[in-house]
């Protein structure tokens, strides 16, 4: 029912296979807490993730293409030494535009024509490069005709000369000055070594022998990310680099360091969408008349990311995992109750151990005769439990005689008594009666000879 209290009941069973399993699982278990979570996972400690960060970038180098020697202003887009940068390894130009009409180019969408009859005059293309005139003209080779626009002419791939600035970019250095501070436990660190010599001037990063020099080549960034830099260079593409500053504040400062990797993170095994290029133009005037140059930049862009993990001791994660781990330990039992009474409980046996039902006598409603044979130092009878059977009273005189005479008798079980003492004093007994009837040994004759 509802209303019912249980309470566990311990039973020993001698039975070897269930003493392993039992004794097995609680092993897993304390391996699992001791191991995992309390040496893996330090789940002792308080921890804090995301530190503050700022990140410094600078990059070094010259290079040359066809026509040109290019130096860091030129090829590293935006100049401010961000997060985030762009190193140019190969443009398409197209010198020399200015506003005019031209014809459309060959890639736009239903720009191809027959005649005029297949331009429409004022029609603008969201993907095209300019207002159409409603005039069919020449394409810039071949025999195609296309619309003609009015725009920044010639178009793109109408007049465009590809350059390649790839071929000293492996070279290129790349500083990257990156500090760290988790506010929790107010500590700060950052990823150069403290020394007043030029040491970064003739240094670069090597995982053992230079941790603290932050300044990496290029090719060595394409290589760790596994990718082959002769392509990346071609179509463009996105490389992370990322600093993981995973601390252990028990520890000394000394032991907290970063720790870099580097990976593509663009998709390149989608056709569609790998790769990286951007526009920009740069304007000047020819003979008072507005001209540009469009330059359609391929590149490698370096994204760093900084992430990270401290750790130090803690009073209220460790009870916490301990009481945990303590309760847990119980998932030993529950498993080995759930075999013992689905798999080996022949014949109800064990279910009849483990489950017991016990009622409890209801006391009279008037409790003051109880509380007056307390006070008067005389105990109430004991209270009897329902379903048993009551022992049976002595015989005195002759019956006891003959019953001695007959041997041990048996006695048919009497029903629980209606009087208790509480109905008696209500009678109007008094308690020092009570006490002498109860006190007093019934034919203690015939109880020597039972």
């Keep these: 029912a509802f209303w019912d209290y249980e309470t566990p009941k311990v039973i020993v069973v001698r039975n070897r296979r269930l003493g392993v399993v039992y004794r097995?699982?609680?092993?897993?278990?304390?391996?699992?807490?001791?191991?995992?979570?309390?040496?893996?996972?330090?789940?002792?400690?308080?921890?804090?993730?995301?530190?503050?960060?700022?990140?410094?970038t600078k990059?070094?180098?010259?290079?040359?293409?066809?026509?040109?020697?290019?130096?860091?202003?030129?090829?590293?887009?935006?100049?401010?030494?961000?997060?985030?940068?762009?190193?140019?390894?190969?443009?398409?130009?197209?010198?020399?535009?200015?506003?005019?009409?031209?014809?459309?180019?060959?890639?736009?969408?239903?720009?191809?024509?027959?005649?005029?009859?297949?331009?429409?005059?004022?029609?603008l293309d969201m993907l095209g490069n300019g207002l159409r005139t409603g005039r069919c003209v020449p394409y810039y080779h071949g025999a195609s005709k296309t619309c003609e626009v009015s725009g920044w002419c010639p178009v793109e791939d109408g007049a465009s000369v590809s350059q390649f600035l790839g071929s000293m970019a492996?070279?290129?250095?790349?500083?990257?000055?990156?500090?760290?501070?988790?506010?929790?436990?107010?500590?700060?660190?950052?990823?150069?070594?403290?020394?007043?010599?030029?040491?970064?001037?003739?240094?670069?990063?090597?995982?053992?022998?230079?941790?603290?020099?932050?300044?990496?080549?290029?090719?060595?960034?394409?290589?760790?990310?596994?990718?082959?830099?002769?392509?990346?260079?071609?179509?463009?593409?996105?490389?992370?680099?990322?600093?993981?500053?995973?601390?252990?504040?028990?520890?000394?400062?000394?032991?907290?360091?970063?720790?870099?990797?580097?990976?593509?993170?663009d998709p390149k095994h989608v056709p569609a969408s790998s790769g990286y290029n951007f526009r920009f133009a740069k304007y000047y005037k020819i003979n008072g008349t507005t001209t540009r140059t469009l330059i359609k930049a391929y590149g490698i862009r370096i994204d760093v990311i900084v992430h990270g993990q401290a750790g130090k001791f803690s009073l209220i994660p460790t009870i916490i995992n301990l009481a945990t781990a303590?309760?847990?330990?119980?998932?030993?039992?529950?498993?080995?109750?759930?075999?013992?009474?689905?798999?080996?409980?022949?014949?109800?046996?064990?279910?009849?151990?483990?489950?017991?039902?016990?009622?409890?006598?209801?006391?009279s409603t008037s409790s003051w005769p109880v509380t007056l044979a307390l006070a008067l130092g005389q105990a109430p009878p004991p209270p009897r439990h329902c379903s048993q059977a009551q022992p049976p009273s002595p015989l005195s005189g002759q019956e006891g005689q003959q019953g001695a005479k007959l041997g041990p008798a048996v006695w048919p079980p009497r029903p629980c008594p209606v009087s208790s003492l509480s109905e008696q004093m209500d009678a109007g007994l008094p308690t020092s009666r009570l006490a002498q009837q109860d006190s007093k040994p019934a034919d203690p004759r015939g109880l020597a000879q039972l």
């Design 59 to 123: 990059v070094k180098g010259i290079t040359t293409s066809e026509h040109k020697v290019w130096d860091v202003e030129e090829y590293v887009k935006p100049p401010e030494g961000g997060s985030i940068f762009s190193i140019i390894t190969r443009i398409e130009v197209t010198p020399f535009q200015t506003l005019g009409i031209c014809p459309e180019s060959i890639r736009v969408h239903n720009a191809t024509c027959h005649s005029d009859n297949d331009c429409v005059a004022g029609e």
């Design 326 to 363: 303590l309760t847990s330990i119980g998932v030993g039992s529950f498993l080995c109750d759930w075999i013992l009474l689905t798999f080996m409980n022949k014949n109800k046996v064990y279910s009849h151990k483990k489950f017991d039902k016990v009622c409890t006598p209801r006391q």
């Design 170 to 265: 492996p070279n290129f250095t790349i500083l990257i000055k990156n500090s760290i501070h988790y506010p929790k436990f107010q500590f700060s660190k950052g990823n150069i070594a403290d020394r007043k010599d030029d040491y970064l001037k003739h240094c670069t990063f090597d995982y053992v022998s230079d941790p603290y020099c932050p300044i990496f080549k290029l090719g060595f960034i394409v290589e760790q990310a596994g990718e082959n830099f002769t392509e990346l260079a071609h179509r463009g593409g996105v490389i992370g680099a990322i600093i993981n500053w995973d601390c252990d504040l028990d520890l000394s400062a000394s032991e907290c360091n970063p720790k870099y990797s580097f990976r593509r993170l």
């Design 24 to 56: 097995t699982v609680q092993l897993l278990i304390l391996l699992y807490f001791v191991w995992y979570v309390f040496i893996v996972q330090k789940s002792y400690q308080d921890s804090e993730t995301g530190p503050e960060s700022s990140i410094i």
